[in-house]
């Protein structure tokens, strides 16, 4: 196959779940699901990378989703849209992702976050209830 291949990937929208899409591997498909310049995020262990709005903070885009480590403490807010997609580390292009990491990454972001600043400055993270219908299709 060329070097532009479809990928797979799941791709994660602000107040959203998670769904599969298919893009063109080329880097203005990428940037075109992510509303501009992208970066490589991987702070998980699988070989994983969030593929995000490289801008997204500093042009208020939505807060996203929490990323939190092993012992549940944020360590990162994504703003705007991104996706996740397969990146082993031998390749040097992203892959779609495999069943097994899909459900994996569809399951930890299944639930929209609300993502508000407490005056504290403490930053608040609440878990959206999924509608009825979203949960209906799923379980189909």
Do not use: W
Request: proline share 6%.
């Amino acid at each position: 196959m060329g070097e532009n291949a479809k990928l797979k990937v799941l791709y994660i929208e602000p107040m959203k779940t998670p769904k599969i899409v298919e893009i063109d591997g080329d880097l203005e498909s990428m940037q075109n699901l992510v509303g501009g310049y992208i970066e490589e995020y991987m702070p998980f262990e699988d070989e994983v990378a969030i593929v995000c709005n490289d801008e997204g903070k500093i042009n208020g885009l939505e807060p996203n989703r929490g990323i939190f480590d092993k012992e549940g403490e944020l360590q990162d807010i994504i703003c705007g849209s991104f996706f996740i997609c397969y990146a082993p580390v031998e390749s040097e292009k992203y892959l779609s992702l495999p069943d097994n990491l899909r459900k994996k990454y569809e399951e930890m972001f299944r639930h929209p976050e609300m993502i508000t600043r407490k005056d504290t400055g403490d930053i608040r993270i609440m878990r959206l209830p999924l509608p009825e219908k979203t949960m209906e299709r799923e379980e189909r």
